[in-house]
């Protein structure tokens, strides 16, 4: 019964999200399959977090367009997420909603589910709020090499403190939702672990994550195989599978191995 009403409510979600322009096509699909399980699984509680992280990314992907219409094309995508982009922030809190079904008793499913959306919670509002920084980002990799707004592994104190508030907002929800155990550890694993994902996906990006070249606006960019002015970009760093979405998907499993590790140990 549950599980139909999450079917339900997924659906009612992502058709909204595709009417207001946040998921394409396939990414509503995605989003449905990840929504039922999370939704029906887990409900109400389990369903407040995932909708906190969906509704407050795609809001401040809109926001301050002005600023980020330089930036745009360093991204690789647009606003409109698809289904690689819905399994690489979902993926794994999805996983563990699932664990939830056979463990039903036990805190890590949840701790495992609030920590990779703390994490991938945590990169998007960094990566959006870094905008506003006044300063040009540093390399995370070397904090004294200077870099344009928008290159991957750049990080700026606006972009790390955007990070630990969107990592935070997801600890303070997880720890008010599941009274039944240590809510103050709770909070504080899940804040920590989020933002420590987010600064894992920066490494990758100053580091291992496949990037580009624009031949005709002779720029760096994530975009493969065409760039935005149509023209096919050439692979110049990083791993080639390693794309954006693979990078998200392990922000998030860092921030679940930090929590489960932390949760072992304190
Ligand atoms: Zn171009």
Request: charged residues 10%; proline residues 3%.
């Amino acid at each position: 019964m549950q599980l139909l009403l999450g079917f339900l409510f997924a659906i009612i979600i992502a058709y909204l999200a595709y009417r207001a322009h946040s998921l394409n096509k396939s990414g509503a699909i995605a989003a449905i399959v990840t929504g039922t399980i999370i939704f029906g699984v887990g409900g109400l509680d389990w369903a407040i977090l995932l909708l906190t992280f969906f509704i407050t990314s795609s809001a401040l992907s809109r926001a301050f367009k002005k600023r980020k219409q330089s930036l745009d094309e360093k991204f690789s995508k647009g606003h409109e997420r698809d289904a690689g982009q819905v399994f690489g922030n979902g993926g794994i809190a999805t996983a563990f909603a699932a664990l939830h079904f056979f463990f039903p008793n036990e805190l890590w499913p949840w701790l495992g589910f609030a920590a990779a959306l703390a994490a991938v919670n945590a990169d998007t509002w960094g990566t959006e709020l870094g905008v506003l920084n006044p300063n040009s980002p540093l390399m995370i990799t070397n904090l004294r090499k200077v870099v344009e707004k928008g290159t991957s592994g750049g990080i700026s104190l606006i972009g790390t403190i955007a990070s630990l508030a969107g990592s935070a907002l997801i600890g303070i929800l997880a720890a008010f939702l599941n009274p039944t155990v240590d809510s103050v550890s709770t909070g504080i694993i899940v804040t920590l672990a989020g933002l420590a994902g987010a600064l894992f996906d920066s490494f990758l990006g100053a580091t291992v994550q496949a990037m580009y070249f624009c031949p005709t606006d002779n720029k760096e960019t994530e975009k493969h195989p065409l760039h935005t002015c149509g023209v096919q970009t050439v692979h110049i760093r990083g791993w080639k599978w390693l794309n954006n979405d693979w990078v998200n998907f392990s922000c998030g499993a860092f921030g679940v191995v930090a929590a489960l590790i932390a949760m072992l140990y304190l």
